[in-house]
């Protein structure tokens, strides 16, 4: 045999180098946490401190106060829980029909899914603003950033991909020979098998709607904000007080990093089989 | 009965389906293709917030012509490029460099990942505000590290390279280990064996990279191309927060607002909303265009191979 497995031994240079790409990932965060542990005195000279200080829960306190923190959490949890539910719902169902049932048609409605991945989400967002405040009467108010987000391009096109590789067609066959409806296999035969899937989906869906900006920033006030809005607001003006921004965006992190703690096997996961199959 | 029976099975088959994507299409249809088409008629309008009655005074295409001739778009479009190369070139060369070291068999396999991945799950609202600190003129982070080497501090939002470097800075800290996993699973569907028999061969580790990783990455290097292209062209949030003044302009000279960030200020600041209906289909024009030309350029590479 020849040298053994070369290109998969790595050197101590590998994991150095590894090492200090996740200090420069992870930095910025520790930089964030350090910021808003000290008071703006503290900030505002040179050498900058480097480690935390004793302000951080003073400062977090303050900025949850002055931003509004408490309301915007409860409504970003209500925002993404509601969006990521009914994009699971809908991305299930449609990648269920892409992946598995013959219907005419299917071809192209698939490929019109892909194309509109493609479509700017700026393309629209004039139009949904009448839509949502004039026609629907909806200004300031969460289903206004809520409905327009209930269905995913990107949600069919992963949970096809995912059923047409992890549901083997048998199944489909058998139950039809049993003499089931294509609702009842959908129950019960399909629905099981896609649950990695979808809880996958569910996942970025919820990361990525949490940490929207753009939409809701147009349609939300300060009275009413998510985490995203409310940092945002927290950050304007001449004069920043850097301490209590950086205290907003450690409240807005905090959530998705022990998500991301809990859940980074399947995160990671997902990014990678999606990546595949794409 | 047995008519009826076969009649549901039939529909069962050929018609159900289509009642299984229905709620994925029936929500597109109202809040993705109608938008998109009302989009094209607003932007043939002087429709204003501010002037009663002026959604239906039509102008024809002149907000296109006039978008044309508007040397703030041409600059909002040179800043979206401009940006786009900064942020995007590197990002994707370092992604894959981090990929292949993810591909040795590493021991914490799992922390090191999840170590590149935590920009990614870190709103892009949190990323600018932490990197405003840090690109602060005075008593930032980023200026006190480079004060040895420089007589004044740098005012990053003040020149046109210095702040195109700073929101740079910020989408590539932001997605660089998402891409790098994305290498990373595309590298692991590549068969041992390939390496193997081109080290008996004697090829060197970084021909084996040349010859053998980079030919089978290639259709997820044009994924990945297209994609962040994409994303470029959308940039918002970044220079929208980076401007702490908060009017749009992205900076006092817009030297880093981009055709979003206009688009933007035309719409909400200025309530042009003909106007703004333009710039979005326009750029919706030039996404499909570079799209078109991405696809075009892999296929001739790929075919001169």
Avoid: C
């Amino acid at each position: 045999m020849a040298t053994r497995r070369a290109p998969d031994q790595p050197r101590w240079g590998t994991y150095a180098i590894l090492f200090g790409i996740v200090v420069v990932s992870i930095f910025p965060l520790y930089w964030s946490i350090v910021v808003s542990s000290r008071d703006q005195s503290a900030v505002g000279h040179y050498p900058p401190p480097l480690v935390p200080g004793g302000n951080l829960f003073d400062n977090l306190a303050a900025a949850f106060d002055q931003g509004n923190f408490g309301l915007a959490l409860t409504n970003s949890v209500i925002v993404a829980g509601t969006i990521t539910a009914s994009v699971v719902f809908t991305s299930t169902l449609a990648g269920f029909a892409f992946a598995k049932l013959t219907f005419r048609g299917s071809g192209a409605l698939f490929t019109s899914v892909v194309a509109t991945m493609l479509v700017p989400t700026q393309l629209a967002i004039i139009p949904l603003y009448i839509m949502v405040t004039q026609w629907f009467g909806w200004a300031n108010d969460l289903r206004g950033v809520i409905v327009p987000a209930l269905m995913s391009a990107f949600g069919v096109f992963f949970m096809r991909q995912y059923l047409t590789s992890a549901m083997p067609t048998e199944l489909l066959e058998a139950g039809r020979v049993d003499g089931a409806t294509t609702l009842r296999i959908y129950w019960s035969v399909v629905l099981p098998i896609a649950r990695p899937g979808a809880a996958v989906l569910g996942l970025l869906t919820f990361i990525t709607y949490w940490n929207d900006l753009f939409w809701p920033l147009i349609l939300l006030n300060t009275q009413n904000p998510t985490v995203q809005v409310a940092i945002a607001n927290t950050a304007s003006g001449i004069e920043v007080d850097y301490s209590l921004v950086l205290a907003g965006t450690v409240i807005a992190t905090f959530p998705m990093l022990i998500v991301f703690l809990l859940l980074g096997r399947q995160i990671i996961g997902g990014i990678m089989q999606g990546a595949v199959k794409g | 009965m047995e008519k009826l029976r076969s009649r549901l099975y039939r529909f069962d088959l050929k018609g159900s389906p289509y009642l299984y994507v229905l709620p994925f299409f029936g929500l597109f249809a109202v809040f993705g293709l109608f938008p998109m088409a009302y989009t094209a008629f607003i932007s043939t309008t002087a429709w204003s917030p501010r002037r009663a009655g002026s959604e239906d005074e039509s102008v024809g295409l002149e907000n296109y012509q006039n978008l044309f001739g508007d040397e703030n778009f041409h600059n909002a479009l040179i800043n979206t490029f401009g940006i786009g190369l900064v942020s995007t070139v590197p990002q994707l060369l370092l992604a894959l460099g981090i990929a292949h070291l993810l591909n040795y068999r590493l021991r914490g396999r799992l922390l090191l990942r999840m170590g590149v991945l935590v920009p990614y799950i870190t709103s892009v609202a949190a990323v600018a505000l932490i990197f405003n600190q840090i690109f602060a003129r005075d008593f930032g982070l980023l200026n006190w590290f480079l004060a040895p080497f420089t007589e004044n501090p740098i005012d990053w939002r003040a020149e046109k390279w210095a702040s195109w470097l700073a929101v740079s800075a910020m989408v590539t800290w932001h997605w660089t280990g998402y891409n790098a996993l994305i290498y990373l699973a595309a590298m692991q569907t590549i068969p041992y064996e390939r390496y193997e028999s081109a080290s008996i061969d004697g090829a060197s580790r970084w021909q084996q990279f040349r010859y053998i990783t980079i030919p089978a990455l290639r259709p997820t290097i044009i994924f990945t191309v297209v994609v962040s292209t994409i994303g470029a062209l959308q940039l918002f949030a970044e220079p929208f927060l980076f401007d702490t003044t908060r009017n749009n302009n992205g900076g006092s000279d817009r030297q880093f607002q981009t055709v979003v960030l206009y688009l933007y200020q035309q719409f909400w600041t200025n309530g042009r909303y003909g106007y703004a209906a333009a710039i979005a289909w326009t750029l919706f024009g030039v996404t499909v265009v570079i799209a078109l030309v991405n696809f075009l350029l892999a296929r001739r590479i790929r075919s001169e191979d």
